[in-house]
């Protein structure tokens, strides 16, 4: 079985150094025991997702775009190349530019499907499927049999990832490749990765955060601020224009619950009686 792991580089939450996101280890983790796996990376650097060699990847293909470039494109052309039967990936990013939207677009991109929040995955029964635990919150399980190829990202109650390994960090590589060139021809990118990498980037404006205002129904427009408060817990407009009853009599009550819902036009006004 073909099986790459998508591979993002993420900052630290405390520290901001580059790290491995723990969503993409649990990955690595479900693909090991599936069979060979590897890693596949669109950025500028390499060196943030190195550590994925110790968390049980042996080789990562590294696709070499400028800063600010979207990888989408050039992970799809990769992607359409290769082929792979499976392609797990986290379902969030974890602190850098990634927006954990990546495994989506590229299932519309390479018209796959896409199983969310994954637990486990297994071999099928039938030749060619692959049955899939997915999580639908709160403790709750879902069985998925699906027909590959597919995408998947992993939910954080998957299996925790493997503990590092030194020596089989040092023996992976890190194979700079094309987009359909085989991985270490780090001299060409392809049409495809040409085109990606001279497509402008986006203008994206950066606001801080503001809370919206809440609008209040019924507030008065440019009354105070007692008054607003009024309008916020109801102690104004019709629902201030009641009475006050201490245990009434159940004719009376019925009475004034029935002036009230007429005062607010819930119920229409009673007709008026044709003279004798």
Request: hydrophobic fraction near 50%; include cysteine.
């Given at each position: 079985?073909?099986?790459?792991?998508?591979l993002s580089?993420?900052?630290h939450?405390?520290?901001?150094?580059a790290?491995?996101?723990?969503?993409e280890?649990?990955?690595?983790?479900i693909?090991?025991g599936?069979?060979?796996?590897?890693g596949?990376?669109a950025?500028?650097?390499?060196?943030?997702?190195a550590?994925?060699?110790g968390?049980g990847?042996?080789r990562?293909?590294?696709?070499?775009?400028?800063?600010?470039?979207?990888?989408?494109?050039?992970?799809a052309?990769r992607l359409?190349a290769?082929?792979p039967?499976?392609?797990l990936?986290?379902r969030?990013g974890?602190g850098g530019?990634?927006?954990?939207f990546?495994?989506y677009a590229?299932a519309a991109a390479?018209?796959r499907?896409?199983?969310?929040d994954?637990?486990?995955v297994?071999?099928?029964d039938?030749?060619g499927?692959?049955r899939?635990d997915?999580?639908?919150?709160?403790g709750a399980?879902r069985?998925?049999?699906?027909?590959g190829?597919v995408?998947?990202t992993?939910?954080?109650?998957?299996?925790?990832?493997l503990a590092y390994?030194?020596?089989?960090a040092?023996?992976?590589s890190?194979d700079p490749?094309g987009?359909?060139?085989?991985?270490g021809?780090s001299d060409?990118?392809?049409t495809?990765g040409?085109?990606?990498?001279?497509?402008?980037?986006?203008?994206v404006e950066e606001?801080?955060?503001?809370?919206?205002?809440?609008?209040?129904?019924?507030?008065?427009?440019?009354g105070s601020?007692?008054?607003?408060?009024?309008a916020?817990?109801g102690e104004s407009?019709?629902?201030?224009?009641?009475?006050?009853?201490v245990?009434?009599?159940?004719?009376?009550?019925a009475r004034?619950?029935l002036?009230?819902?007429?005062?607010?036009?819930?119920?229409?006004?009673?007709a008026p009686?044709p003279n004798p």
């Open positions: 079985m073909n099986i790459a792991v998508l580089a993420g900052r939450p405390v520290s901001g150094a790290v491995l996101p723990r969503l280890a649990q990955a690595i983790r693909a090991a599936l069979g060979e796996a590897y596949l990376h950025g500028p650097d390499a060196a943030a997702i550590d994925a060699l968390q990847l042996g990562i293909a590294h696709i070499a775009l400028p800063e600010g470039v979207d990888p989408v494109p050039a992970l052309a359409a290769a082929a039967d499976l392609v990936a986290g969030r974890q530019d990634e927006s954990g990546v495994p590229l390479l018209d499907p896409l199983v969310p994954v637990l486990a297994a071999r099928g039938a030749a499927t692959l899939l997915q999580s639908l919150g709160r399980l069985r998925v049999v699906v027909r190829p995408i998947a992993v939910h954080p109650d998957a299996p925790a990832p390994a030194f020596g089989q040092r023996r992976g890190i490749c987009l359909i060139d085989p991985c021809s060409s990118l392809g495809a040409a085109d990606a990498a001279a497509a402008p980037a986006v203008p606001r801080p955060y503001r809370r919206r205002p809440k609008l209040v129904k019924g507030a008065p427009a440019g601020a007692a008054e607003r408060l009024k916020a817990t407009g019709a629902a201030a224009t009641g009475r006050l009853l245990d009434p009599d159940p004719e009376e009550a004034e619950i002036a009230y819902l007429r005062r607010i036009g819930v119920v229409a006004p009673p009686r």
